[in-house]
């Protein structure tokens, strides 16, 4: 199969993203895309992570250009209130997922000097520390402050902290759409038409050669790229993908949500995705320019739309939110918002291209947002369908192309899955039947993406490779986050005994037993966070301020 024409079928977020990479990437393709405005789109989601950077790069696109078009705003990190313990016994606690790389300085046990800072003062390296020990940026997010973290100001400079690469952003998914429509689909060639599908004609192999349109056109192509949402009409309507249901360990179906306005920007608008557990299930709050996007995922085995909506408004106006001011505003802000009851469709097609058909987005997958996963398989399944066609340029798409794309992504979306899951049953909450039910009341993959397939628990893998390699591998990826955030810490007495007298004993091995000095690694990250760290988030504007300096400069915020 030559691909040389191509219909993306569907807007929104996903069918311009698709149609902008493209026509970036592959510029000698045919691109059609056509929507139908009697299908309103779904919007997924506003928050992402730090895989969408490969997107922008591809498409070419700068901060400053769109950025101020989509209310945009930085995102260094994602943060987790109350899903460690229970809030009634020990209050309001934290943790963070920071993007980036770690940072090592000081730090000669590498990945594992945090757990046996831990292991030796516990009440100084509490769970939350981890991420700032590793990520000093964490604490410029914790007191809302930006910073471009440029390398001719060294003075000014946070270690590890690359502002291109560890950042992500809180964006209108629908004004990202428009603005990639707008600014580079259609100056650069990509036909739009504005049309309703009703049918498909289809050759003797079961391929697509045409849609049938409402307004009689009969459009033709290559390949078809299926952007409907949900409602999947070519992948699963026509081609009938298996959808692969998650409900076994995401037990989250429902969502209400609202956008509330701003009550003091400065401390409102921070650059991490904020996620608060309640009682049934979470809370996104996302700080876009304009407004804030927040809504509460619940199960709704243990509420009903009217006690979700009941929680979610006691949430609102609660001292967990970043507002904390008069009790009047908060009520106030709350009577403006409207409220918008969605079900949620976890799982994924088992086939995400079938013959000359791909699903991109909603129709061909969704997992529940507690990492920005919305927007993120939609950008990905983009990416993979880009290289393909990088690597076929000029030669014809085999069924082992369309197979190597299957596999990786549909294995890509499961270790997601159970990424996500992992949140849930590392938590030591059991104060409401739903943390019994999703901590106790059924069992988790420990089968993880960024773990080797001969893994028997993650626990075990943790102080296996501690104890044994001397360092996690990086590519254990955000679970190390997770698990330290939750309390986990792979090292106890025994086992750090074990390693020195190894040690002593083999000449061979590392010894990083015998001279590590506790107290002055101890010493050595609390001299640089309240001393130069501590100076230099003082004197950074605030992340509101910098984004008004630098990227939204003369908008307002209405």
């Known amino acids: 199969m030559k691909i040389n024409k191509v219909l993306i079928v569907g807007g929104g977020s996903s069918g311009w993203m698709t149609a902008a990479a493209l026509i970036r990437q592959h510029p000698y393709l045919d691109i059609t895309l ?12 506003e928050s992402t992570i730090g895989h969408i950077n490969s997107y922008m790069y591809a498409c070419g696109l700068k901060d400053e250009d769109w950025m101020p078009h ?3 705003t930085y995102k260094t990190s994602i943060k987790f209130t109350n899903f460690r313990d229970n809030p009634g016994e020990i209050g309001t606690h934290t943790f963070h997922y920071p993007f980036g790389i770690m940072d090592f300085t000081d730090k000669p046990n590498g990945p594992m000097e945090f757990f046996r800072l831990q292991n030796k003062f516990p009440e100084d390296f509490p769970p939350e520390e981890m991420a700032k020990f590793y ?27 690359d502002h291109k690469y560890d950042t992500a952003y809180h964006m209108d998914a629908g004004l990202f759409g428009k603005y990639l429509k707008e600014q580079v689909c259609k100056p650069e060639g990509v036909k739009h038409i504005i049309d309703t599908m009703v049918s498909v004609t289809k050759d003797g192999n079961g391929f697509i050669k045409s849609i049938n349109t409402k307004g009689g056109l009969t459009l033709e192509a290559d390949l078809f790229i299926d952007c409907t949402g949900f409602r999947s009409l070519l992948l699963e309507g026509e081609m009938g993908s298996e959808f ?13 949500a609202t956008n509330l306005e701003y009550a003091d920007i400065e401390n409102e608008m921070t650059s991490a995705t904020n996620c608060t557990a309640l009682s049934s299930g979470w809370v996104w709050n996302i700080p876009l320019f304009n407004r804030i996007g927040t809504g509460y995922v619940y199960s709704s085995k243990f509420k009903t739309p009217e006690e979700a909506e009941a929680e979610f408004k006691e949430h609102l106006i609660s001292d967990t939110m970043d507002y904390k001011g008069p009790m009047e505003i908060r009520k ?3 009577e403006k918002c409207e409220f918008r009851h969605i079900k949620i469709k976890h799982g994924c097609h088992k086939q995400s291209w079938i013959k000359n058909v791909v699903g991109i987005g909603l129709s061909n997958g969704f997992i529940e947002p507690l990492e920005s996963t919305g927007l993120m398989l939609t950008h990905e399944g983009i990416m993979k369908l880009s290289d393909t066609l990088h690597q076929k340029k000029g030669k014809k798409i085999t069924q082992w192309d369309i197979d190597t794309y299957n596999f990786t992504f549909f294995d890509q979306i499961k270790g997601f899955k159970d990424f996500i899951s992992m949140h849930y049953t590392l938590s030591q909450r059991d104060d409401t039947p739903y943390w019994k039910h999703v901590t106790q009341g059924f069992s988790y993959s420990t089968k993880m993406v960024n773990y080797e397939p001969s893994i028997r628990c993650v626990y075990m893998d943790m102080a296996h490779r501690v104890l044994e390699s001397n360092a996690f591998d990086l590519d254990m990826g955000g ?12 090292l106890n007495d025994r086992i750090i005994g074990e390693r020195e ?3 002593r004993a083999n000449s061979h091995f590392p010894n990083n037993g015998d001279n590590w000095d506790a107290e002055k690694s101890k010493q050595a990250w609390f001299d640089y966070k309240n001393g130069e760290l501590k100076n230099i988030i003082n004197k950074l504007p605030t992340h509101y301020k910098y984004l008004k300096e630098n990227i939204h400069k003369g908008v307002s915020n209405g």
């Open 135 to 161: 990520h000093p940026h964490v604490i410029m997010a914790d007191e809302n402050k930006m910073t471009k973290n440029e390398l001719f100001k060294p003075e000014m400079r946070i270690r590890g902290f």
């Open 479 to 490: 679970m190390i986050y997770i698990q330290a955030g939750q309390g986990y810490n792979p």
């Open 332 to 334: 106030a802000r709350l």
């Open 70 to 72: 989509c209310n945009a």
């Open 501 to 503: 007298d190894r040690n």
């Open 244 to 256: 692969v249901s998650f409900h076994d360990t995401l037990q989250n179906d429902s969502a209400v």
């Open 34 to 45: 056509m929507e139908s405005t009697d299908i309103p789109t779904i919007g997924v989601g």
